[in-house]
């Protein structure tokens, strides 16, 4: 396992400046991963993602014996990713059949999968029963007697249920990442709560063991956690109340996200205070699990300078939408000489898109054709919002650790770009 030192806490744990002043990950020198593997590539510290499982397991572990940290998949659904946290015994929040293939596929148990999602369809519903999943999580008042259709189809034993509820808190991050507040698409509100546990207290089909709720994402205070928990404690207790995720990452050197050990103390102890001993606590992360680990590499096209000086390389919003999609801030670094400085420029895609601009004020020392340029923290929704724009094949992921890569998901084709033609 990697020692806990790390570039930045932008950077992955383990990476460092190495004997040649390049940037190095999982003990391999970037350099030599860009000439081996080509770019654009994303590079996961795998000791990185098994350390921060840990931290998780071992912060909630310090306060109660009952608690299940849950990796939600849509952060990065990777089977390989998603296996390590399978191994480290995290269990798996899936939105959908495809991510629960993804999750089944890694070696989650169906009894450590939650399945979510504001518009499960039949299908959804029937294969996670066949999955013996460990919850269906409830979002709608309509779900419920597709739900009930499903059981009997089957004719087991009833489905164990939470219901997702919206607390009415909103958390300080971006609107389309917050999903807390009233007016939102996803979980129920007022008299719908009480009407699902009526609904589902009185089914023969389903059993209701918790609430859900998950306020938004990349939050970087804790104050709205703790708010979430006291805003439904006029709901029964239940066996298990699940937080979701939310904790934010350092995109950049300026932000501080709290530490995972405080995040995890604020949601024990809020539900402690509201629900009292015998509740589990469930928490999902997903960007705090995997957004550091991973850190993309770019290969220089061009340069050129008109009113700005633009530093085009040969990827962009086909592997990470987030810029394009929330205004999404990264850094940028010359992988043989990853310190801060250098000329003012923007690091931009190679989409037709005058929005596909990976770092609007990046800083790169003299940026020339054929350099590797290396974005960190691009491990949360980066892989997981690929797309094939422009025909650009997707990247592929590789995994480095004790100094060794190997290619996890291989580099898409461009015959696979037709291969679902009929
Ligand atoms: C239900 C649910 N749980 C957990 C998460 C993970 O959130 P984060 O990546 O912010 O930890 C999400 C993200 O959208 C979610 O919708």
Redesign the pocket.
């Known amino acids: 396992m990697a020692a806990l030192q790390q570039l930045s806490p932008v950077f992955p744990i383990g990476s460092r400046i190495n004997d040649q002043g390049h940037l190095e990950v999982g003990g391999c020198d970037a350099l030599d991963l860009a000439a081996e593997f080509g770019t654009p590539a994303y590079v996961v510290a795998e000791d990185d993602l098994r350390v921060r499982a840990r931290q998780f397991k071992d912060a909630f572990a310090a306060h109660t014996g009952d608690y299940e940290v849950v990796f ?1 998949s ?2 990065f659904p990777c089977t390989a990713v998603m296996r390590v946290f399978a191994e480290e015994g995290l269990g798996c ?1 899936v939105a959908s059949a495809g991510e629960l293939a993804l999750a089944l596929q890694a070696g989650f148990p169906g009894e450590r999968i939650h399945l ?1 999602g504001n518009a499960k369809s039949l299908d959804e519903l029937r294969v996670a029963r066949a999955a013996n999943v460990r919850h269906v999580v409830i979002d709608n008042i309509d779900e419920i007697a597709r739900l009930e259709q499903v059981v009997r189809e089957d004719a087991g034993p009833p489905q164990p249920v939470s219901i997702r509820v919206t607390p009415g808190v909103r958390g300080d991050t971006h609107d389309k990442i917050s ?1 807390g507040q009233t007016d939102s698409k996803f979980g129920l509100t007022g008299a719908d709560v009480q009407n699902a546990i009526e609904r589902i207290e009185g089914s023969d089909q389903l059993e209701l063991e918790g609430v859900h709720m ?1 306020i938004g ?2 939050l970087l205070a804790l104050a709205p956690f703790r708010e979430a928990v006291e805003a439904i404690a006029e709901l029964p207790k239940f066996r298990e109340v699940n937080l ?4 934010g990452v350092a995109y950049t050197r300026e932000q501080e996200p709290p530490r995972i050990a405080d995040y995890v103390q604020t949601k024990v102890s809020a539900v402690r205070e509201v629900f009292g001993d015998g509740v589990r606590v469930v928490d ?5 699990l995997v957004a550091n680990s991973t850190v993309t590499l770019y290969t220089v096209q061009s340069v050129k300078t008109n009113v700005s000086t633009y530093v085009a390389v040969d990827g962009g919003m086909s592997d990470n939408l987030r810029p394009m999609l929330y205004g999404a801030r990264y850094e940028a670094h010359a992988a043989a000489q990853p310190a801060t400085g250098g000329v003012p420029c923007k690091l931009v895609g190679k989409h037709c898109e005058s929005g596909d601009v990976i770092v609007e004020d990046a800083h790169l020392p003299d940026p020339k054709v054929g350099d590797v340029i290396v974005t960190p923290a691009t491990g ?1 929704y980066g892989f997981a919002m690929a797309n094939t724009y422009n025909g650009i094949p997707r990247a592929p992921v590789v995994f480095a650790s004790g100094g060794d890569a190997r290619v996890v998901v291989r580099r898409e084709r461009p015959e696979e770009l037709f291969a679902r033609d009929v």
Do not use: I, V, W
């Open positions: 939600a849509k952060a929040d979510h999903t998950h994402s990349q979701g995720g939310g904790l999902e992360p997903g960007r705090a949360g």
